[in-house]
């Protein structure tokens, strides 16, 4: 493996590694170091114009939502070779392996309630690929609010909201005792609320593509939680809307009303960049083209010298065996065929042989000649069908290439008739797609009822569809729809290559007719950003937003310290990339007063991105001694493996219960 450098002294041999495996970032370092020294995406992305594989942020598009391959779902490690390609990358990037192995005690971060699967993935990797000497696993959770002092974390009443990428957990912990039976887990997180304000924007701006980096950059920068998400979405909609909707409302809410930071939509300006192609790599571009052309030429030319070769050397052959069977009729149609291909004989020459019967009067023929008779007549009469259309498409596309060059501006129009007519077929079947693919829809039922009644043998009892079997047959149908789109798809291609080709205002012209349809001539570089500034960010108290049918924030908060001290919520502690969402302390400290009578106090930890790496750097510079007291050492892996809980190490930070 490249990361095993040679050359790497062994001065920080024994220094731990720390490495915060989360779902969006890995954070990974010398617990000497200041700062992680490695962070990285957690993200392997195979870009399609290449074969290389990278998880360069930067040269994202926004594709990364479908193309990423990431070690985690959920949070939870899964996909073993991910995981190994970012491990080797992370102790490449820390020089940590020499001879094989990564001679450093290890440190790593995993989630509440983790599964053994996503455990064993890990310990498997560090000991079987990495060798390293031991492994302590901690949850990143509880490193996040670690200090110093192990005695004081040991002492404190906090409830932990620990807002990932795409989990959130709230974790009440009781004089340093953590309450498992308590632990709430919110199945969404920062990713959610970004891939949301993504398909948003997207949806209403079709004609742009919008990158990775400008779609976070977006999110962090302009979206926020609302204070209160009703009264700004009203204020957003105009004074009238608001006021009246907030005369609705009670005193109470009212009171709120001066301590709320309405937000005010935005307008982004995009400007739409036309390709602006050089000279020089438009000659560039032509000698690539030409120099393709000759080796086609060329390889084509070879192939057809070989074909030609190989055709005389059959055509030898068989007149071998004719010499010696002078009558055999099949032989000589064989010879003939041969003859016609290699130019040696007319096409008129097979046609004789083919259709040999035909002039032949009927009282000559045997009962089975006269059946090749008649099938040879249709043949011949399709033959003759096919050779009359050729000739019709040949004076067609001569009369186009005529009309192309006499009158270039009608032609123009017509291409772009044509592409308008394939445009509006391919949404069409779009639609019908659409519906076939639900099965509830009228169109569908219709269809299978249909079907029902084409495939029942006995039509008087009529259950088809209730088996799944009968909609394989069913989609056997629709893959008619595909081909076909196939086909348009691939004309359309074609017909916007030659309208590129001849109008060079084309992608300005297409611009405008999509904006037209989808924006009704609003400014096409512009993006107005209101209601999208608070939805995506309101999932963390509305999950239902996006589908995820659990409780909102408040209510994890109220399950989790329930029964449980109130000094809980005097101590409410918001870790994770997500406690930098704009808004979210203030709206979590109003909804939470209006839910109790006690003192609430909220606050945001120092870092709340690198927190949980800074937390096991303070462990394990602090508490060093008891560093191998908390860990999994490779022999104990050895002896017990990875199947048996005994080698789980107990400690302030584990994921394991009594
Ligand atoms: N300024 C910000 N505003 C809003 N969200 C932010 C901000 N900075 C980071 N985030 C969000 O925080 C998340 C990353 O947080 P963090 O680095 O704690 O997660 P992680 O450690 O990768 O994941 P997890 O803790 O869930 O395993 C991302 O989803 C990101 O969108």
Known sequence: MNYMRDNYTSAKNDVPILIDYGASTIKAGYATSQTPDVVIRSYINKFKDSNTQSNQIAQWDTDVFKNYRSPFEKNLIQHSGALEQLNDFVFERLQAGKHGRVNHPIILTECFATTDLARMIVLEQMFECYQVPNVMLGVDALFSVFQDDLEAYLKQTQLIVHLGDQTVHVVPIVNGQVIYSNIKRLNLGGLNSLKYFYQTIQLRHPHLKFTYPQIDYWHKQYTSVAIDYQLQLRYFQGPQQYYGYRDQ??????????????????????????????????????????????????????????????????????????????????????????????????????????????????????????????????????????????????????????????EPEKYLQMLYEKRDRIVLQIQERKKLQQEMNSRNSRFNQKRIQTLAYLGADDKAEDDFGKDDKDWEIYRSVTKEIDSADEKSKYKLQELEQELKDLDPDFEIKILKSIANIHQLGMNLSQVPLSVDRVRCQEIYFQPSLIGVEQQGLVDMIKLSSKGLDKLLLQNIILTGGGAKTQGIMQRLQKDLISEYDCPIAIKIATDPVFGTWLGMKNFANKHSNMLSQFSISIDDYNEIGTQKWEIFKQHPFSNIVD
Do not use: C, W
């Open 249 to 406: 409302i009670s005193e109470q809410n009212r009171f709120h009303d001066d301590q709320l930071q309405f937000l005010d939509p935005i307008y982004i300006d995009i400007p739409i960049v036309q390709k602006i192609v050089s000279a020089e790599d438009l000659k560039r571009k032509d000698e690539n083209r030409q120099r393709m052309k000759v080796r086609l030429q060329e390889s084509i030319q070879q192939s057809r010298i070989n074909k030609k070769s190989q055709l005389e050397q059959q055509l030898v052959a068989l007149q071998q065996e004719l010499e010696a069977d002078l009558n055999n009729e099949e032989l000589k149609k064989k010879i003939t065929t041969l003859q016609v291909k290699l130019g040696l004989a007319p096409k008129e020459a097979l046609d004789e042989l083919k259709y040999n019967l035909l002039n032949v009067p009927d009282d000559k023929l045997t009962p089975s000649q006269l059946n090749q008779k008649r099938y040879q007549k249709v043949m011949y009469e399709q033959a003759l069908m096919k050779k009359q259309k050729n000739q019709e498409f040949k004076q067609l596309q001569k009369d186009a290439n005529k009309f192309k060059l006499e």
